[in-house]
């Protein structure tokens, strides 16, 4: 490969640039260009389309409140006229009026249907005891009053449904507003007929209560009457609907509000009524026919008006989306030596490059298909790939030298000290940190008796046990010659302990033979240290006192740091002692060193040294007067 410059790879690069740059931004115009249409489309669709989802799903509401309205006329001709036809006209509608609460029970609140069935029972139940016996004006009354308020109620869940409805599609307010009102309407000239049917059942005069809610409902009316000019249908200037109103004004206010006029009037005035309470209903209810027809087709032409603005929105998608497509795809054409030529390069050339970021290999076709304006940058990864390799393996050495231990592989003490402090750092409740600092017993008497070869071999044995017995996320490492640190997180200082017991025995255990063949005895020292709130070196210091304590204790134990809570040597509570360290000048004599099986024989004389010897009252030295041993460290002391 013919190396190249800096500015060569430059100039040739960007030889193509006008190409790509009239690619790039014809292609981003024309995205942009069919997301704008294409988006106002869809949405637009999908608008009319949720419009006529909720108008239907809330036809069957309307349905319902209509039938539970036109359910009062058959009761109060069942309680004026006990007859069979009668009867069977009320069962009629009453079928009716169940089977429409059926169908709007999928759309309503489960509840507030319940409570709306409840009471139109309990207003049936009074009907037809009203019918046994007609003459009493309260229990017609009554009835009359129960069926206003299985109404009432059901008007109250169709309202809190007409609301969520208008919340969650804005665009139906103007035509739900419009079906209320008509629906209202068409309940309160009902109503108005049936305020005066207990008076003419029971032959009574009419009561001011009866007229003073005939009023209010002549009011009613009056309003409604006025919001329909205010609230017009998205239909209203049909001539359909037009005719449809005049019908149901006409046969309203022409008929059927002059004869409650006259009702009441004879009512009022102690005459004899002039109409029996059935050719009242009947007549009444004609006059309620045109409005019923006007309302459920003015419904009907809102919700066919809904559905041919869904199927226009659809086509309109259709034909905007070939449009797209179309322009879409010869704009595509047009740019399609650019796409194969410089942009599939460049998609390869930058898929490289994140490659080599992640430090994964480079992946390159052999032959690319980018003009040859590109090739400079093909080379230049090649180069780039080979260099970053190279210093991804010499960095990789690197770092292994500088913090691993050469002999024992474990980390070494500089490696430790970095990977401690984000652990001491760390606050939980339920966790804390304990430095494990161990010394080989003797090891110096095993170096001098066997060589430094062994005593390799013995570091080496004993790194291994450790590796095999801490947990996956616990720091070993070689602190120095003959001494090893274990960094662990636990719960208790129990377990840190164990854990230390468990190493000491493990360690105990060890089996090296020297190539006298003859099996080397290892056996260490341990002191624990809990981290609460305190510095890495101070953990090290006071971890360094704990294992001095056990050295000073006979050798082969474990020690935990004097301020941390009562330790447990293997069931017996153990105290450190803080009795400082001789100095390196006033190493103890053969005769105060604790025997040892790897340790010379006493001199001639000399007495066992007792088990556990007297406290000093001195403060212990620092922790770096311990040996080292190894890669820079020093010889360690002839009384370890």
């Not at 640039?17 to 999908?46: C, E, K, P, Y």
């Not at 017009?232 to 409650?260: I, K, N, T, W, Y």
């Not at 005769?591 to 099986?597: G, I, N, S, V, Y």
Request: net charge positive.
């Amino acid at each position: 490969m013919t190396p190249v410059t800096g500015g060569e790879l430059h100039r040739r690069f960007w030889r193509g640039g006008r190409l790509w740059v009239g690619g790039a931004i014809t292609i981003l115009l024309s995205t942009t260009m069919a997301t704008v249409i294409l988006v106002h489309a869809r949405d637009n669709f999908m608008h009319t389309r949720q419009d006529v989802a909720g108008l239907e799903g809330f036809r069957p509401v309307l349905d319902a409140a209509s039938l539970i309205s036109a359910e009062r006329a058959p009761s109060t001709m069942l309680m004026a006229d006990e007859t069979a036809p009668a009867r069977d006209r009320l069962r009629a509608a009453r079928a009716a009026t169940d089977q429409a609460l059926a169908h709007a029970a999928g759309t309503v609140s489960s509840a507030a249907l319940q409570e709306t069935l409840r009471q139109l029972e309990q207003a049936r139940n009074l009907v037809d005891r009203a019918a046994e016996r007609p003459d009493r004006y309260d229990g017609v009354q009554g009835a009359i009053d129960a069926l206003f308020a299985a109404d009432d109620a059901y008007w109250a869940m169709m309202i809190r449904q007409s609301a969520t409805l208008i919340g969650s599609d804005p665009r139906l307010a103007a035509p739900i507003r419009h079906a209320l009102i008509l629906c209202g309407l068409r309940d309160n000239a009902g109503r108005l007929g049936s305020v005066m049917l207990a008076p003419l059942i029971a032959q009574t005069p009419m009561p001011p209560r009866n007229v003073s809610a005939s009023d209010r409902l002549a009011g009613r009316m009056a309003v409604e009457w006025q919001l329909l000019e205010l609230n017009p249908s998205v239909a209203d200037h049909g001539p359909r609907l037009a005719a449809l109103r005049q019908d149901a004004e006409r046969a309203f206010f022409d008929d059927g509000q002059p004869l409650v006029a006259r009702i009441i009037a004879e009512g009022t005035q102690g005459t004899p009524y002039t109409q029996t309470a059935v050719a009242f209903a009947d007549r009444y209810a004609r006059t309620l026919a045109p409005l019923e027809t006007w309302r459920t087709n003015d419904l009907d032409i809102v919700l066919s008006d809904f559905r041919r603005k869904a199927r226009h929105a659809f086509d309109m998608l259709w034909i905007i989306s070939g449009a797209t497509l179309t322009v879409t795809g010869l704009i595509a054409g047009g740019v399609l030596l650019v796409h194969l030529r410089v942009l599939a390069p460049l998609l390869e050339a930058s898929e490289a490059v994140v490659d080599l970021g992640h430090d994964e290999p480079l992946r390159l076709p052999r032959r690319h298909r980018g003009s040859r304006e590109l090739q400079p940058l093909y080379e230049a990864l090649e180069i780039l790939d080979a260099r970053l390799r190279e210093r991804a393996a010499q960095t990789q050495a690197l770092k292994r030298q500088a913090e691993t231990d050469e002999l024992t592989q474990l980390l070494n003490r500089r490696a430790l000290q970095i990977l401690a402090k984000p652990r001491l750092e760390i606050s939980e409740a339920d966790e804390r940190a304990f430095l494990i600092l161990l010394d080989i017993d003797h090891f110096k008497s095993i170096n001098d008796r066997h060589g430094h070869t062994e005593g390799d071999r013995v570091l080496v044995a004993v790194a291994a046990a450790l590796r095999e017995q801490v947990r996956p996320d616990d720091l070993v490492a070689r602190f120095g010659g003959e001494e090893f640190a274990i960094l662990i997180r636990a719960h208790t200082q129990m377990t840190a302990l164990s854990m230390a017991h468990r190493l000491r025995r493990r360690l105990g255990s060890l089996k090296v033979i020297s190539a006298q063949n003859v099996r080397i005895p290892v056996t260490a020292s341990f002191g624990v240290a809990a981290g609460d709130n305190l510095t890495w070196r101070q953990l090290v210091a006071k971890a360094d006192v704990a294992l001095y304590a056990a050295k000073r204790a006979g050798r082969n134990t474990v020690r935990l740091a004097e301020h941390d809570a009562e330790p447990a040597d293997e069931g017996t509570a153990l105290r450190e002692d803080s009795s400082p360290r001789p100095p390196a000048s006033r190493r103890p004599s053969p005769c105060t060193a604790p025997p040892h099986p790897a340790a010379p024989p006493a001199a001639p004389g000399c007495r066992p040294a007792p088990r556990h010897p007297a406290r000093p009252a001195h403060p212990a030295p620092p922790a770096h007067r311990r040996s080292r041993r190894d890669s820079g460290f020093g010889p360690g002391p002839a009384g370890r």
